[in-house]
Each structure stands twice: as structure tokens, then as C-alpha cells.
RNA sequence: GGCCCUAUCGUCUAACGGCUAGGACGGCGCCCUUUCACGGCGUAAAUCGGGGUUCGAUUCCCCGUAGGGUCACCA
């Protein structure tokens, strides 16, 4: 058994997005890829902040995508409770353990004293840092006061990221943060550390915004006197725009209005992995167990990748394409008057639809004359019939109509192509453009539509009885 | 502003310090074709700038420049 142990540790603030996601799914990947284990945690340490219904779909979202975990809430596991809110003990335990040993203290100072504080660095244009204020006697901690960390070491410090290499940050980045908070609930700084050694995480992936405070955690864990986990620094997720980080307040996607717009789970986990990773050979497209097999932390990206919608958009077809008709139709929630006819259009639908709610437009757009007869602009009925000569549109109409009524059922439409071709090539051995004269009026006659399949693949689908009448009604109007 | 990070086609990216800098998406063109879509073929398109190190730099170092992150009783 490997003891690769990762996690993902949201906070039920609002909805997931692709950001957050990718973040999820290369923890996850990786605790696959080594046979370990994979937790979901639930930061809950800002009740102001939380969002009603965040959890939820937030297990919605990962279950979706295809990441399932190991441990976490909703499941359990051997270090429950996940849920950190639940968790105020422990917290409050390695805060008494810190008190014990000298690496905290209660904050003194009332929120004016501190804003004075901060608005004198300001003034002397220093970065504020509250390790020069720490109070000379130190108070007993009641619990009404904030609980600060007392740095035990203010110096440089320099760690491997696995992704990024060595890092460093100078002492400025050595500060005595809050622990917990006046309310008693822990901060983050705090929490995920606890956390993490309790739930014996080995390898943390998470955003690059947290490069800067990776000597906060590190001090902490010098002063807990336990070996920090390995650290791996994933690259930004880029707006479309291309220099902003992704996030909410820019307009990123709830990852569920993916699903609703009918992409592919499976899509969007091959189009996410490509973004900030990729396998160093020229393949494009991943199932799940490929992208398990082939993740490799040393392949992933340092700078940010754009998020390109067109991209997922092909990605998403390709996999639509992988589908069996029968898959196609139950997982596109697909509906149509008549399910045989339906049956028969979905090749149509994989080579034109990029998502399934391009599909669901078509069928009750270009598609809709497969299941309702289409209603005809005689305009529209003539546009190809060369100037030169007149009444051939009519004329070609009778020829084709006398060569349906002679037609079998059930031909594909390779079959139709070979029987009614011929009528059409007759006429472009007479003139140019005769060969457009002929069939341009007939799949316009069975289409209704400017833009439409072919003639012989709507005769296929329509059969000779529901295209005899159609072709008749258009000979009625010329 | 302090600290930190980053930099290859429009976008995602490949390239032990060594070929005409490769692929994909998108664009454009041609072919196929009655239309649309699909498909096939082709094409344009990039190493941020300046210095070093080296026989040789996209790659290593320095300086600029540009972009980003972070400096909360948010996570």
C-alpha cells in the first residue's frame, strides 16, 4: 500500500468551478496514479462567508466530474468528523499545546489599537508586520481574545516545491498570525495544518496564491515540531480574457452549467488535465484510467493556462463521438416525437452537434423535418433552376417522384444514392449546374431547410412513404 | 510599495545545451459536395528585449520589460 495520502479542502462558499476543479482533479490523479488515498475535507471556519447548499454541490460537482474519494464528509472515513466546524476541539488542543510551549499568545490589542498600528507602517511606507507589537506581558488566553502564533524562528526559509523547484521568501513573510479566531473558531493557516497532520496528508497540491504564505505554515510546523508535507504548486487557470486568474467575481462557470449545457464529464476532465499538465508525447485526448496512468506531477505546468472554450468544445465532441447511438441518446436526455427516427439521426447529430444542447437544437431546428413535414418557400424551391431553363425544377420533381414511388423501404442511404444519382447526373451531362437543379430542389422539397443532411440520407430516414408526399405538395406549388 | 512567481504561434503546449522550433484548438486556402455539417490535403502563425557563459542558447546566469500572486479575526 502507498502512503501517497492528498486531498481537497474547499470552502462552502458558493459554487465550484473549473479553477477549484482542476486543483481537485490533479490530487486526486495523483493519489490514483500511486494507489492512494484521496480525502475530501470541508473548510468551514467562516460561518459569515459560507453559502447555503455549497456542500451539496460540491459533492455533486466532484461526483460529476468522476473523482471520487476515499474519505471525507458524506462518507466518513477514519479520521472523521471533515467537516472542520466540527472539529473545534482538536484545534483548540494544539492551541494549548502552542500556549504550553510558547508559540502563541492572546492578542491584547482592540481593533482600533490595531488599525493604528497598520496605518503607522503605512505612513512610514513598511509593510506592517504584528511580530513588532508583540505585547510584553502576556495574559492569560480566555478564549475572548484572538489567539496569535508566536513565530519561533523570524528568518529567511527556503523549501523544494515539486512542481516549482526551490522557493524561498525573506523574513517579511514571518509574521504572528491568528489562530484562532474571537469567535473560536480556528483560521485557515491553522486548521489545514492540524488537519493535515492529522489526517496524515503527504502531498499537498493547491494554487500558487499560496506561494507567499508557505513560510507562515512551514514556521508552524517547526514550532509543532513536525516534518511538513511535500508541497506542489499548481499553475492559475486563466480567464478567457488571459490575464486574470479565474474566479467567481469574473465571470467563471459553475461547473454544473457545463453539465446543463450538455458537455461530457469525461470531456471536461481530458480538457481540464491538458491544462497546466500534459504527458510530453502528442496525444490529445485521455480517458479517465489513461489520464490516472499517465499523470505525472513532474509534468506539470509552471505558468498559468488559458481556459479556451473552443478547445473544450472538440474535446467534447470527440467524446460525444465515443458514444454508442444508444448512450448517445439516454445520456443527452435526447427526446424526439418518433425514438426510431431518432435512433437513425444520432450519426447525424455526432457529426454536427458539439454538445448535447446543440444536438437538442438541432432536433427541433435543421432536424425537425425528420419527424414533421416542413413547410415550403417556393422561392426557396427554385433557386438552383438555371435561368436557360425554365420549368426544370417541375420537371425533375415528376422524374424523382416516379423514382420513389418505385423505391423499396429500408434503404440506406448509400443505396438511395445509387438509385436516384443517376437522375441527377443525367441532368448535368445536359447542363451546368443541372445536377444541383435536381437534388437541390428535392432535399429542399423533404427539408423545409436552407441548410439540411443530403437528399439521400433524408430519403433513408423518411422512407418512400413519407417522401412521396412531400415531393408531391412541392410539385403543387411550381 | 515590500516580498514572491512567471514569460515558445491568437490559445493549450513539445523540444538531454545541438536538424527547416513539432503537435493540438482556432484562422485561412484547396479538394469532396446540391446546401450545411463531416472528412481529406495544404498554409500562415511563436522562442519578450539586452547582455553574458558556450564551438553552439528556446534551454544556463545577470539586467531590464511585461504580466500575475500575496501582504485579513477570507480561504
Redesign the pocket.
Given at each position: 500500500m502507498s502512503n501517497v495520502v492528498t486531498r481537497f479542502?474547499?470552502?462552502p462558499?458558493g459554487f465550484m468551478h473549473v479553477g477549484s476543479l482542476r486543483t481537485a482533479l490533479f490530487a486526486w490523479l495523483y493519489a490514483r496514479k500511486h494507489g492512494g488515498r484521496f480525502i475530501l475535507r470541508i473548510?468551514?471556519?467562516?460561518k459569515?462567508?459560507e453559502v447555503e447548499g455549497s456542500i451539496p454541490h460540491i459533492i455533486e460537482s466532484l461526483k460529476w466530474l468522476g473523482i471520487e474519494w476515499d474519505e471525507g464528509v458524506d462518507k466518513g472515513g477514519p479520521h472523521a468528523p471533515y467537516l472542520?466546524s466540527e472539529r473545534l476541539e482538536l484545534y483548540r488542543s494544539y492551541a494549548q499545546k502552542l500556549l504550553a510551549s510558547g508559540y502563541a499568545y492572546p492578542?491584547p490589542?482592540?481593533?482600533a489599537e490595531?488599525e493604528g498600528f497598520?496605518k503607522q507602517a503605512d505612513d512610514e511606507?513598511?509593510?506592517?508586520?504584528?511580530r513588532n507589537h508583540r505585547p510584553s506581558l502576556i495574559d492569560a488566553w480566555d478564549g475572548t481574545?484572538?489567539l496569535r502564533f508566536k513565530a519561533p524562528r523570524i528568518a529567511?526559509y527556503e523549501w523544494n516545491d515539486l512542481v516549482?523547484?526551490?522557493?524561498?521568501?525573506?523574513e517579511?513573510?514571518i509574521?504572528d498570525?491568528?489562530l484562532?479566531?474571537?469567535?473560536g473558531?480556528?483560521?485557515?493557516?491553522f486548521?489545514?495544518i492540524v488537519d493535515d497532520i492529522e489526517m496524515e496528508v503527504t502531498y499537498i497540491m493547491r494554487?500558487?496564491?499560496?506561494?507567499?504564505?508557505t513560510?507562515k505554515f512551514l514556521s508552524l510546523y517547526e514550532a509543532l515540531g513536525i516534518t511538513p508535507p511535500a508541497i506542489a504548486?499548481l499553475?492559475?487557470i486563466?480567464g478567457e480574457a488571459?490575464?486574470?486568474?479565474l474566479?467567481k467575481r469574473d465571470g467563471a462557470k459553475d461547473i454544473l452549467d457545463y453539465r446543463a449545457d450538455g458537455y461530457l464529464p469525461e470531456a471536461m476532465m481530458n480538457f481540464l488535465a491538458?491544462?497546466?499538465?500534459?504527458p510530453?508525447?502528442?496525444q490529445?485526448f485521455f480517458s479517465k484510467a489513461e489520464l490516472i496512468n499517465a499523470f505525472e506531477l513532474e509534468?506539470i505546468?509552471?505558468?498559468?493556462?488559458?481556459?479556451?472554450e473552443?478547445?473544450?468544445?472538440?474535446?467534447n465532441?470527440h467524446w460525444m463521438r465515443q458514444l454508442t447511438d444508444e448512450d448517445y441518446i439516454s445520456r443527452g436526455s435526447l427526446s424526439a416525437p418518433d425514438l426510431e427516427k431518432l435512433k437513425k439521426i444520432v450519426p447525424?447529430l455526432k457529426?454536427?452537434?458539439?454538445t448535447f444542447n446543440e444536438a437538442k437544437e438541432m432536433l427541433t431546428g435543421?432536424l425537425s423535418c425528420v419527424f414533421s413535414e416542413p413547410t415550403l418557400d417556393p422561392k426557396e424551391l427554385v433557386a438552383?433552376e438555371p435561368q436557360d431553363r425554365p420549368g426544370l425544377t417541375k420537371q425533375a420533381l415528376e422524374t424523382l417522384l416516379e423514382a420513389l414511388k418505385s423505391l423499396p423501404e429500408g434503404l440506406s442511404a448509400d443505396e438511395v444514392k445509387v438509385a436516384l444519382?443517376p437522375l441527377?447526373d443525367a441532368e448535368?451531362a445536359i447542363g451546368k449546374?443541372g445536377?444541383?437543379?435536381?437534388?437541390?430542389p428535392?432535399?429542399?422539397a423533404l427539408?423545409g431547410?436552407?441548410?439540411?443532411?443530403?437528399?439521400?440520407?433524408?430519403v433513408s430516414i423518411l422512407g418512400p412513404e413519407e417522401s412521396i408526399p412531400r415531393v408531391q405538395k412541392a410539385i403543387e406549388f411550381l
Open positions: 479542502a474547499p470552502s462558499t473548510e468551514d471556519t467562516d459569515a462567508r472542520q492578542d490589542y482592540s481593533e490595531l497598520r511606507k513598511r509593510p506592517f508586520l504584528f481574545k484572538p529567511r516549482r523547484g526551490p522557493l524561498s521568501a525573506g517579511e513573510a509574521d498570525f491568528i484562532i479566531k474571537s469567535d473558531y480556528p483560521t485557515y493557516n486548521a489545514h494554487g500558487e496564491e499560496f506561494i507567499s504564505s513560510p504548486t499553475p492559475v486563466l488571459g490575464t486574470k486568474k474566479g491538458l491544462i497546466g499538465w500534459n510530453g508525447t502528442e490529445e509534468r505546468q509552471i505558468s498559468g493556462g488559458q481556459f479556451d473552443d478547445k473544450l468544445l472538440s474535446v465532441q447525424m457529426e454536427r452537434a458539439h435543421e438552383k444519382m441527377a448535368e449546374g445536377r444541383g437543379a435536381v437534388l437541390w428535392l432535399r429542399y427539408s431547410q436552407v441548410k439540411s443532411p443530403d437528399p439521400f440520407t433524408l
